[in-house]
């Protein structure tokens, strides 16, 4: 039996309602998060905190819990509740259950919905790689907010999917901006990790920030400036980034080999580090 919360109680998912006027439902009106646990432990909850937060704002909707300590009890009891010890929480927020109509309602208390979820663990990706199709980035201007609006992001993922990819890279005027699902980065020749900077064209992912962290605490050389599909193609190393998939390496892009076609040291030290990282948080 799988146990999700909705707007304060806590239900069996198959008993789980929300209003057929929810704005999320109606309009795309609402945010969410994924974050990951590992024996037990929130990893890097603080980071998604503070996006969640920043993008409640931005859409004007109001946070249902303002104590993040409580929201942190509620997120640890689900998973104590559907006895898992890794796994993920998705976590989403809407402006709340009104009379459709485009304006924001006068009084209207925000929907929330949390529910746990597990992916199983393919080897193969990180040992082997993946490979990513490059598209054109049609998503709107604010890609900054983690909106529950992804329909660009579902048709490229899946018309990746349909053409034998992992995921897919969006170019917006000739940069790449970032994958439907993930941040990506490139290992130049001269041994430089490049991403796009942060702003309204990419989601700051909370897992390129922290392997942001890493990169500059090792001490190796970091550019946050878009790059092109040039600088793709002669790269010799490129990686991906996500809540769910952490790092994994890049070895081919529409029908070009990157580097050796093979998943480079770098990234491989990266993948370890960020490994570290993440036990260092649970071990406190
Ligand atoms: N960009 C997009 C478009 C995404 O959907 C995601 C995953 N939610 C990311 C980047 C990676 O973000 P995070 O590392 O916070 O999971």
Not at 213 to 218: A, G, L, M, P, R
Request: hydrophobic share 35%; with cysteine.
């Amino acid at each position: 039996m799988s146990i999700c919360y909705v707007n304060g109680s806590f239900e069996n998912k198959s008993d789980a309602m929300i209003s057929i006027q929810d704005r999320g439902f109606n309009f795309s009106d609402g945010v969410y998060e994924v974050m990951s646990f590992s024996d037990k432990f929130l990893i890097n909850f603080n980071k998604h905190i503070i996006r969640l937060n920043r993008s409640l704002e931005n859409l004007k909707i109001k946070k249902p819990i303002i104590n993040t300590k409580s929201l942190r009890i509620i997120l640890q009891k689900l998973i104590k509740l559907n006895n898992l010890n890794d796994g993920y929480l998705y976590l989403q927020i809407t402006r709340g259950s009104s009379t459709r109509n485009h304006l924001f309602p006068k009084s209207v208390m925000p929907n929330m919905v949390i529910f746990t979820f597990t992916v199983k663990y393919d080897e193969n990706l990180i040992n082997k790689g993946v490979n990513i199709r490059l598209t054109d980035d049609i998503r709107w201007g604010r890609c900054d907010i983690k909106s529950i609006s992804l329909l660009p992001n579902v048709l490229e993922k899946q018309r990746a999917f349909q053409n034998g990819f992992y995921e897919s890279w969006q170019i917006k005027n000739k940069f790449i901006t970032e994958g439907s699902t993930s941040n990506a980065f490139i290992i130049n020749k001269d041994n430089t990790i490049q991403t796009h900077p942060i702003n309204n064209l990419i989601l700051g992912g909370v897992t390129r920030d922290s392997v942001i962290e890493i990169i500059k605490k090792n001490e190796l050389s970091l550019k946050e400036k878009a790059f092109t599909v040039s600088d793709l193609n002669s790269c010799k190393e490129a990686f991906l980034t996500s809540t769910t998939v952490k790092i994994l390496p890049v070895i081919k892009f529409d029908n070009s080999k990157i580097g050796d076609g093979k998943p480079g040291k770098t990234t491989k030290t990266l993948i370890q580090k960020y490994d570290d990282f993440i036990k260092s948080q649970i071990n406190g």
